[in-house]
Every structure is written in C-alpha cells, then in structure tokens.
C-alpha cells in the first residue's frame, strides 16, 4: 500500500470513527464542510483552488493534499496549481515553502498515478 | 474624508516611505505581491478571491479589504463574495467570523460608494 | 451609547446581513457556533472558558469580549478567569499580552456594568 | 517500544537536554508550564481540557497527545474529550480536522492501552 | 496627549492590574518576559531585533511598537530596523506588510518625538 | 543516507522542481529569499539567528532546522542559540516546546556531525 493509499485509509477510517462518537455539532461541520466546495456560482475547480490557497497559507498538508486531489478531479491543471501556489507563496510567506515542497513531491506522484491508469485506458 | 479615503492615504503614504527606506528584497517583495495577481492561466477575479480567501483565514482586516476592492473591481459579484466567504469561514473556523463582520461592512459601504457614483453616471 | 453596546449594536447589525445574505453553510455554521456552548456533559460555563482559552491564544479581541460575557452570564467568577487567562497565556505565549490587557480592560468595564445594574436591583 | 513509548521517551530525553543546557528563563517557563495545569479555583480536569482545547485550535499534536494523556489521568471521559473536540472544530475550522483525525487515534490507542492494563488488574 | 503616551498609559495601568489580580504564574510570566530581553551571550540591541522580528510575524501591532522603542533605546538605528523588517516581510509574506506599514509610521513618530526632544537638549 | 542528509535531499530535489516549474513571482521569491540573509547593516550571524526565532515561534521545523545549519555555519555557538531560544519561547509559548525538543534533537545531531567532521581535520 503506498503513501497516498495508506493516508487515505487513515483519513476515512478516522472520519467514521469521529461521526460515529461526534456530537450533533460535529457531524453537521462536516456536513457544511463537504458542501461548501460544490458548485455554485463559482464552479467546483474554483472552490478547490481557493480552499488550496487557505490551506498553503495555514501550512496545513493534509488539507493542501485533499485539495490537490479534489483540485485535479474537477479538472484543474499544473498550471492552474502553480499559480495557486503563487499568490499562497507571496500571502503567507517563506514559511509556506517547506508545504509547497511537500505539495509539489505529492503533485507529482499524483501525475504520476493518473499518468500510469490513463496509460491503462481508464481513470476509474 | 471618509474611512476608506482615510485607509486608502495611510496606505498610500506608508507604501511609499517603505519603498523610499526599503532594501532591496522589500522593493523586490512589493513588485511581486502586486504581479501575483495578474491575469495568467487563472483570470485576476479568480486569483483577487483566492488572495481574498487567504486573507480572511489569516483573519487580515486591511489585506481583506483590498482584496474586496480589487475583486469588485474586476467584477466580482456579491454573491461571488459570499461563496469566497463560505469557503473561509468553513476552513478558518468562528475566529473569521468578526473578520467576516467587517468584511460585510466594509462591502456594503463599497456597494454605497459604487451606487453613488454610478448614480453620477461614472465609475472613475 | 458606550463601546460595549457599540460592540454589541455592530456585531447584531453585521449578523444580521450575514444571515440574510448568506448561503446555507454559512447560516448552519452559525447554528453549531450557538449550540456548540450549551450545555452537554460538560457545563456551559466550562465550554465558555474553553472558547475564552481559545479565543486568547487565537488572539480574537472580539471573541475574547463575547466569551467574558458569556462567562460571567453563566457564573463565572474573577478568580476562574484568571485562571483560564492562566493556562492562555502560558499556552500561547507573551504576544497574548496585549489581548490580555484588553481582556482585562473589557472585564472590568463589564464588572462596574454588572455592579451598576445589580445597584439598581436588576440584571435585565 | 511502542509510537507512545517513543514518543515519551523522545520527549522526555530532550526536555532533559534543555533544562540541563537552558537559560534561567527557560527553565522559569517550564517551572510554570507545569504550574499552570494544578488544581486551583478550577480542577485540574477542566484546565486540561482547556489546554487540550487551546492545542487543537493552534495545531500541535505533540501538546494535543500530552492534554488527552493528562486529561484521561484526571478522569475526563470520552464524552467530555469529544465535546472540547466540538468547541475546537467550530473554533478552529476544518484545518483542525486532521488534528482530530490523529487526537481520535492517539485516543483510542490509549484506550486500548488502559483497558489491557485495567484487564490485568492495574493501572500502575 | 498623544497616541504614544495614550498607549503607555493603557499598557502600564493594565499590566499593574493584571499583576495585582494575577496568579503566580502570570507574575512569573511576567519576570521572564522582561528579563529574556536582557544582555547575555547575545546583546540586548539583537534580542529586541529579534523580539521585532517575532512580533512582526505574529502580526502583534502593539509587541512591534514595544520592540522598536526598546530597540531605539538599545541604539538600534533605521537602517537595522529595516533590515529586520525585510526578514519579517519575507518570512511572513505579505499579511506582514499591514503591520510593516503601522510600524513604519510608529518609527517615524517615534523619531519626530526623539528629534524635538533632542532638540530640545534633552532625552528624559 | 542519515536524516539530515535525506531531508537535504528532498530539500534540493523540490526545489529544483519548483524553479523549473515555478512561476516568475515564485522565483523572484526564491531569489530574494536567499538574498535577505546576506550580510548588510547587520551581519549574516544575527539575520540567521532572526530567521530562527521567527521560524520557531512560526513553529516551522523545517525552517528551524534551516537556520540552525546556516547558523551554525555563521559562526553561531550553542549559547547564542539558546539565548534565541529563549526569546522565541517567551514570544509564542508552550506550544513552542514541542519544536524546541526537535531542535535541540537536531543541533545535538549536527554537533556530532561537526565533531565528526572537524575530528577529521576538516569542515568541508
């Protein structure tokens, strides 16, 4: 199992385990959380891009993660990210570069992943 | 002269006694922060609401105003605006919600501002 | 009308356009803020110290003022805020500082407030 | 030697290493960190929970795992752990969720541990 | 009186009653904050240059105020201090530059106020 | 491959990938990054030691371990840096200490690795 598979393991199976023991207050956050990058008048790339944006600043990896692979399901490009990267870089400052690497490392296996199961025809 | 006039010449007079005195990484610094949100792959309304959503969670009132300027100005709606702010107040928590508060005013005050003078048939 | 009603009057006002304006997630964010400090296995006093804790080490002047009030409406002595000002300041360090002094600043208005009102033979 | 084995022993090796080679300040502040948490006009449970609540909103595992530690020792219950993670989360916004996501974890590895202990008759 | 002294006031008045109310800790807290600025191995001009560079990245109006006046007093001069603020500006990116412009436009009072005073033959 | 020299590693390879792939804003960044260290009024000892404070009390391990190397490489003794230690306790708190233990952790790692090195007649 590889880094981006035991991650998201990790993340569901903790994510049960909060909504399972979590008070009303919680399940409803998650609820808005999930709700509040669906297309509305801005579109869903936008929103993912956006959220990315917050979490580089707030040098958060594993929202900057999620929204890497939510930024790229809604069809978001390298180039798109690396602009992204550049208004979280000037807002938040060097700081933000220890994130960024790790960001760019995991672009990158993401490419990678996407690259090798288009390669089989399918993005499943 | 009003708050935002007022706001507005600090920020202008402070800008440039820093860039009188600044070295020159500070002047370097304030030519990129201005070119990181230009139109590139991403359109400048989109990257003024992403810069807008950074600010809101770093919870900076002036970098948050600017901002809101900057996104009316390339033709963010109102409605744009409150998705930016969800998304925001969802990643930052309930301390965005006093930056929020001023937000709004600060939005409605702009709205007037517009109002007015598009009443006088002119935006300049 | 003093800067506590001033406060007051704002933050009702800014609310208020808020709600109106705002979209679902932002509307049921506000729902959970409110129930997230009633009442549950823990006592309502308790939560707003910990909001108070919270809102010190965030360094959120206006969150800090509402949990005060809310604190003292559920009781809470001098002596249990200091203590929560306590563990804020040791947690978060001397930058806390200045809140605190506005926090305490703040306490003491809403100390004569109370003292006042209680003179006159009611809370209301 | 287990993830908290390690991690205790880490932790207390270094706190070795900076006591014995810290300034007078240095060694003040830990006299004072330690301080903080006693038992005073509030228990030592509800400043735990406190101090468990100021670690979420600012993000550090290493004082979120010491809080739920202490915190347990005190005898905090699930349900009281669980509705300081709510004022966090609405306090903090969803960047505090991996941070749950692991405090959940730490939590119940700790559970585990305590029940095998209790099974055998002692807590030690 | 002007805002310098307006801001003393409040700082002294506040601080002596945090200290008379406070606990033990607090005053603790208090004795190590003032004495981790004092000469040692480093000299107390580049402990305040670094408590700047701190507040600054914290984004702490008031701890920036503070340290630049200590840092006048220690002979720190323009020239070091804008040095300072460039590794505050890019470490902190660009939220920093709000606090940059209010601390640009404090040392500038602050010189006038050393100016009329040295003028006046006389620091006291 | 150590620790220090895998953490290099990857330091070096994302960074390339970054310049390659990078933005003029993020390059430009890149650039006046490294520059703002750079010997001016102040020598590039203090400005490491600046950095430092401001990258622990932004509780940025990376960042830490960073300065510690160009640090140490300015000359910097083990005195000095806990002097800067100190300051950056005093300014962010508790919450510190957990990034404190990992520094030390790895000034005590690079001290071998100079003992090692220096044993060995030489520092290249």
């Known amino acids: 199992m590889g880094r981006y598979e035991e991650f998201t393991k990790f993340r569901q199976d903790m994510n049960k385990k909060i909504l399972e023991q979590g008070t009303f207050e919680i399940k409803r956050f998650f609820g808005i959380d999930e709700r509040a990058y669906h297309a509305g008048i801005l579109d869903a790339k936008t929103k993912e891009l956006m959220g990315l944006a917050a979490s580089l600043v707030l040098r958060c990896d594993d929202c900057v993660n999620y929204h890497i692979v939510q930024a790229?399901?809604?069809?978001?490009?390298?180039?798109?990210?690396?602009?992204?990267?550049?208004?979280?870089?000037?807002?938040?400052?060097?700081?933000?570069?220890?994130?960024?690497?790790?960001?760019?490392a995991f672009l990158e296996e993401m490419g990678e992943r996407i690259g090798a199961s288009s390669g089989a025809g399918s993005k499943g």
Chains 1, 2, 3, 4, 5, 6 share one sequence.
Do not use: M, Q, Y
């Open 72 to 104: 790229l399901d809604k069809g978001a490009t390298n180039g798109e990210l690396f602009e992204t990267f550049t208004v979280s870089l000037v807002v938040g400052g060097s700081i933000v570069i220890p994130h960024l690497r790790r960001a760019v």
